[in-house]
């Protein structure tokens, strides 16, 4: 009987065919996507790069001052007459005046400053981000005011470092006034890192640039009395330790005056740090309480009053405006000159730290009294704990070695200053209260 055929070798070489079919048949599915995938990216690529090139901003307020774009604008977009607006506004116009970088030009003590410098004579060149912690529109207006006297604010972030080198290249800044930063104590808690960017990594790439300067300039700079913190002596002194910072706000002024000691030190630089004590006066910071307290009672809203957690009264050395200004003027005329050129040293620098103060301490109840007084009208107060937040319940300047170093006396008190910044609000904002004439004048009907 005959043996039915043999098909499993028939079998097995179908079922191998079959795999290789399937196999190759992967390959060919996975190839073809590399292809697809390698195909779509270099398209995405391309499209791009395109948009790049033709890509305009909307408004300029949306896009980043440290942009390429933001970059083309200032240098080439304005190119000569853009130049010729930096060299006029810093060429001193009196002899041996100095010429002046100005950061933070448009803010409240930059722009008294900026002022007083130009009108003696000085050539003054402003720096500004005009960020919005505060109300623009503000800084925008000082801007307009400072243009009036031919002062140019030329709008930048302070870590722009090819800008800053751009400017070190067109004026032999003989001073830099540097004191533009990021204010308040509170807000830190909100946004950290602004503080960090402004205060610690601004400061430094603006010193990166000095060091670099031939001539180098001398710097004169806002540190803070905040760096005082827990500090428990009285009046605060220049001596006393400032190692317990009660704030991130404090603590990165302090990590400024650690680094102006290291450039210094290590470059030659000549520093010289302020540390103003709650400033005040016409054309200030909104974020203030006399200002914003100014605007809850004309508005006639309720105010917070706060007390200590044992329950003392929060008292302020409240500094005008116009004795800030001239400690600072005064400062820039005591200033030696930096002793590096090129990032070398060639010799020890100046290094000074002073405070500014009114050297007389208001409670905030007391400043409400003031204001309700000028205003005419009774403030709704809750008293309330301080919280937490970085703030510190007292501040007292000894001012004697700003006094003997450069002439610093204060002069204004704080019912006169409040006066002044209440005649500068309600003119600036038009509004028709109830204020009373100063004294020596007639209530005409």
Known sequence: MALPPDTSKTTKLEKYNSY???????????????????????????LIFLFTLNYHP?????????????????????????????????????????????????GFVGTHC??????????????????KYYDP???????????????????????????????????PFTHVLHLAAQAGVRYAM?????????????????????KAADPQPAIVWASSSSVYGLNTENPFSESDRTDQPASLYAATK?????????????????????????VYGPWGRPDMAYFFFTKDLLQSKAINIYKTQDDKEVARDFTYIDDIVKGCVGALDTAEKSTGSGGKKKGP???????????????????????????????????IRMPRNGDVPYTHANVSLAYNDFGYKPSTDLSTGLRKFVKWYVSYYGIKPRVKPESGTKNHK
């Open 114 to 131: 900026s002022l007083a410098l130009k009108k003696r004579g000085d050539g003054v060149l402003g720096l500004d981000n005009f960020n």
């Open 20 to 46: 290789i079919k399937r196999v190759n048949s992967t390959k060919l599915l996975t190839a073809s996507s590399k292809l697809l995938f390698r195909a779509t990216l270099l398209v995405s690529i391309v």
């Open 137 to 171: 529109s503000l800084k925008r207006d000082r801007q307009k005011m400072l243009a009036s006297h031919e002062i140019f604010i030329v709008e930048a972030d302070l870590n722009d470092a090819e800008l800053l080198a751009k400017l070190f290249s067109i004026v």
């Open 254 to 278: 302090k990590a400024g005056e650690e680094i102006a000691h290291t450039y210094n030190h290590i470059y030659g630089l000549s520093m010289t740090g302020l540390r103003f004590f709650t």
């Open 58 to 106: 909307l408004s300029s307020h949306t896009t980043s001052i440290t942009s390429p774009h933001r970059h083309l604008s200032a240098f080439y977009g304005t190119g000569a007459d853009w130049e010729k607006q930096v060299r006029h506004s810093s060429t001193p116009r009196r002899a041996n005046g100095f010429s002046i970088l100005v950061t933070g030009a448009a």
């Open 349 to 383: 620098a100046q290094l000074r730290i002073y405070n500014l103060g009114n050297t007389s301490p208001v409670s905030v109840g007391k400043l409400v009294s003031i204001l309700e007084s000028l205003l005419n009208v009774k403030a709704k107060k809750h008293v």
């Open 190 to 210: 909100q946004n950290p890192q602004s503080y960090i960017k402004s205060n610690i990594a601004g400061f430094v790439t603006l010193l990166e640039i000095v």
